[in-house]
């Protein structure tokens, strides 16, 4: 069974950086799309950004310039750089890896709670 355990969320001001960590577990299979969703006080889920095997990424028009996604395949690995926050990116913020075709999954961790001080 795949899981996903995310790491580096805190408390930062505004104009403060930090990194997500993301580590899947569990799975022989290689992962296609591994990506990072944030829900906000009072707000629906929204992507943030995602980043596929090819490291092709994609990201919400609300984080470019700011928001850097990368992975490290070998270790199932995806990051989050975050720079330049701001009060409205605090969120939980949750990983996701999806692998389709054969054995495929789609799965989620448990959210680390990223807040930005003002």
């Known amino acids: 069974q795949v899981q996903l355990v995310e790491s580096g969320g805190g408390l930062v001001q505004a104009g403060g950086s930090l990194r997500l960590s993301c580590v899947a577990s569990?799975?022989?299979?290689?992962?296609?799309?591994m990506g990072w969703y944030r829900q906000g006080p009072g707000k629906q889920r929204e992507l943030v950004a995602t980043?596929?095997?090819?490291?092709?990424?994609n990201y919400a028009d609300s984080v470019k310039g700011r928001f850097t996604i990368s992975r490290d395949n070998a270790k199932n690995t995806v990051y989050l750089q975050m720079n330049s926050l701001k009060p409205e990116d605090t969120a939980v913020y949750a990983c996701?890896?999806?692998?389709?075709?054969?054995?495929?999954?789609?799965?989620w961790g448990q959210g680390t709670q990223v807040t930005v001080s003002s």
């Open positions: 980043i596929n095997s090819n490291d092709n990424t």
């Open positions: 569990g799975s022989r299979f290689s992962i296609n799309v």
């Open positions: 996701n890896a999806v692998r389709s075709g054969w054995r495929a999954f789609d799965v």
